[in-house]
């Protein structure tokens, strides 16, 4: 999605785009080897809606001509231990969805773009700079049919969004460049994921199930249908044994969730597909905004620089923020373009990332076991985070503001303002706490 966002803008500047991809992509709507995440849950959270149309205007309409629910982020079914958060209105629709459709649908637009070709079922070998190796002219690249050579493809500007795997600081290392610092977060989090065909819709107006994991209840859930009749259950685990992989035990894991609704749909029905597992063991955020040097002609977006706890469903969002960065920096038009200068572009992007990190780097945090850097204001945010989400239990207005910030529309300061704080701590106090204040 990074490289296919990426590519939307650049066909604004350039005459002519490549879109290496290791994978066939023809006709594809399945899951595929390049993308290991893509049979599990994913969300188009609201900022990413709203860039999304932005870029491709109509394309809402056609993720719903594709059946993908378009939901309220704030009336979806939350719960936390086992207790419900207030829904409220927000009007930020967010895309509940197959991931390899989704992607298709925007493939499909990009592909129709006038200039952009796909290079398909090739690998990218390394890069290909000028004899002081201060610039990037192209890259290596070899098709995987059999018996053929490596080739180069000359680019004026080569965008890296080869994912969380990418080789890019093992090549900036080869060509004398430091690679960049990195923060992690060891998370040990995995998803296994069923699909099933559910004629009967047992979602009340296809509202996702959300049952989120604790310290305390190391296993979750995400629930939702995805298009037509097909639901998509994907179980989750942090610092847990992974959740089963066979059909018997994703019954005995839905049915140990403190959510019975999830369970009651799926204990008469037989996956579709899966069960798929993936393991997620710790989140990455690399430092290139930092870097001193760094050769021209090259940029990076991405899971490359920074790959979120999935579980937040930032991922697709954050890569449509950056390439309205990228646009920004593609100075004047065809005719005239100006390369964009990697220093101040990686800063800007850094920009976009450091709230969606806070957000989920912070929170897991919280969890005990997780392995990073912790400040004092992290703990402190952790501790206040604590009462806001007792809050959404009681008070709607809390949830508005909450999800406003998980999708990425507020920053998280909004939710420390002074008349939110005032409703979360009073949202948050006991019962009888409460009805003290009241007498007082």
């Not at 930020?92 to 991931?99: D, E, G, H, Y």
């Amino acid at each position: 999605m990074a490289g296919l966002l990426a590519a939307r803008v650049l066909a604004d500047a350039f005459p002519d785009v490549t879109i290496v991809d290791r994978d066939e992509l023809a006709g594809v709507t399945a899951p595929r080897r390049g993308v290991p995440q893509g049979p599990h849950a994913h969300a188009l959270l609201a900022r990413g809606q709203q860039v999304l149309e932005d870029l491709f205007p109509g394309l809402t309409a056609e993720f719903a001509a594709a059946d993908m629910p378009l939901l309220d982020m704030g009336e979806m079914h939350w719960y936390l231990e086992g207790q419900r958060l207030c829904n409220a209105h927000t009007g930020l629709i967010a895309v509940s969805n197959s991931r390899p459709v989704l992607e298709s649908i925007v493939r499909a637009r990009v592909a129709a773009l006038p200039g952009v070709t796909l290079a398909t079922k090739h690998d990218v070998i390394g890069l290909v700079t000028t004899a002081g190796r201060d610039r990037v002219t192209g890259v290596t690249v070899r098709s995987q049919a059999a018996g053929s050579a490596e080739r180069v493809l000359r680019a004026d500007l080569v965008v890296d969004a080869l994912g969380r795997g990418s080789h890019m600081p093992v090549w900036l290392e080869e060509l004398g460049y430091p690679r960049p610092a990195e923060d992690r977060v060891k998370i040990g989090l995995a998803y296994t994921t069923c699909e099933y065909l559910l004629p009967d819709r047992p979602l009340e107006n296809d509202l996702s199930i959300i049952s989120l994991a604790t310290p305390v209840s190391r296993y979750g859930a995400f629930f939702g249908r995805v298009g037509g009749d097909r639901h998509q259950l994907s179980l989750t685990s942090m610092l847990a044994d992974p959740p089963s992989t066979d059909a018997e035990g994703v019954l005995a894991c839905a049915k140990s969730l403190p959510v019975g609704r999830i369970y009651d749909a799926i204990r008469d029905v037989k996956p579709d597909t899966g069960p798929a597992l993936i393991r997620f063991p710790h989140s990455v955020r690399r430092r290139y905004e930092r870097l001193t040097s760094f050769p021209g002609g090259l940029l990076c977006v991405g899971d490359g620089v920074c790959s979120f706890n999935p579980v937040y469903g930032q991922g697709m969002t954050v890569a449509a923020l950056e390439a309205l960065v990228l646009r920004r920096h593609l100075r004047g038009g065809r005719q005239d373009w100006q390369p964009p200068e990697a220093g101040p572009f990686f800063r800007d992007i850094s920009e976009v990332i450091d709230a969606p990190w806070a957000i989920a780097a912070g929170g897991d945090l919280a969890w005990p076991g997780v392995e990073g850097e912790r400040t004092p204001q992290t703990e402190e945010m952790n501790a206040y985070m604590g009462q806001v989400m007792a809050a959404m239990m009681a008070d709607g207005g809390i949830t508005e503001a909450f999800m406003r910030v998980a999708g990425l529309i507020d920053p998280p300061g909004t939710l420390m303002d002074p008349g939110i704080r005032d409703r979360v701590l009073r949202a948050s106090q006991p019962a009888a706490a409460q009805e003290a204040d009241s007498h007082a």
